[in-house]
């Protein structure tokens, strides 16, 4: 069973810029691929980045591309994603998500995750 935590978010003015963490409890990232996904009140979660096991395949939704990064330096650091100005229709609550695979694509669907965190909220004011 792997645990996910994820941190850094809060309340940021738009133009701003924070940067959430993924962290497992207790064990590495070793062999997973990372997802982030965001749900913002009234909608239905959906994909913003993932990286594969090895952070040599990133994927972006088209409304994040140039803004979000996601990455990853080792199986024994926390999987990162950088976001930089940000707008208020970026403001939702963010997932992260792991799934334990060699498959050399990021994964981009919720389907393909096994784990899921609790979520971080993000609030991006105008």
């Known amino acids: 069973q792997v645990q996910l935590v994820e941190s850094g978010g809060g309340l940021v003015q738009a133009g701003g810029s924070l940067r959430l963490s993924c962290a497992a409890s207790?064990?590495?990232?070793?062999?997973?691929?990372m997802g982030w996904f965001r749900q913002a009140p009234g909608k239905e979660r959906e994909f913003v980045a993932a990286?594969?096991?090895?952070?040599?395949?990133?994927g972006y939704a088209d409304s994040v591309k140039g803004r979000f990064t996601i990455s990853r330096d080792n199986a024994k650091t926390p999987v990162y994603l950088q976001m930089n100005s940000l707008k208020p229709e970026d403001t939702a609550v963010y997932y992260c998500?792991?799934?334990?695979?060699?498959?050399?694509?990021?994964?981009?669907?919720?389907?393909?995750?096994?784990?899921w965190g609790q979520g971080t909220q993000v609030t991006v004011s105008s």
């Open positions: 990286i594969n096991w090895s952070g040599g395949s990133t």
């Open positions: 998500a792991a799934r334990r695979t060699n498959n050399g694509s990021y994964l981009r669907y919720e389907y393909n995750y096994d784990y």
């Open positions: 207790g064990r590495t990232f070793s062999g997973y691929a």
